[in-house]
Nanobody
């Protein structure tokens, strides 16, 4: 069982930055590829970013390329989502998820564990 706890959300002005963190409970964190997803009110959850368990490979949604990046620190059991140049349309609840595999999960992959989410609000 892996517990994931997101933090770092909040209110930011458009054009600003936030860094989200997701801390895992398990020392087996390095066995998991990790992903970030988001869900805005009235919309379906969507993929944002993913990283392989080694951290060597990442994938970003087209809507965030050039603005967001994902990274991880396996020694700290933590994955990060750095969000720059935020737009009002980035406002959502952001979730991290863990997939027990080495490579970046393909689209539609069913992740094994999910966090409770952290809110991001972007004012225009």
């Amino acid at each position: 069982q892996v517990q994931l706890v997101e933090s770092g959300g909040g209110l930011v002005q458009a054009g600003g930055s936030l860094r989200l963190s997701c801390a895992a409970s398990a020392r087996t964190f390095s066995l998991y590829a990790m992903g970030w997803f988001r869900q805005a009110p009235g919309k379906e959850r969507e993929f944002v970013a993913a990283i392989s368990r080694s951290g060597d490979n990442i994938q970003l949604a087209d809507s965030v390329k050039g603005r967001f990046t994902i990274s991880r620190d396996n020694a700290k059991y933590t994955v990060y989502l750095q969000m720059n140049s935020l737009k009002p349309e980035d406002a959502a609840v952001y979730y991290c998820a863990a997939a027990r595999r080495a490579a970046v999960p393909p689209p539609g992959y069913e992740y094994d564990y999910w966090g409770q989410g952290t809110h991001v609000t972007v004012s225009s």
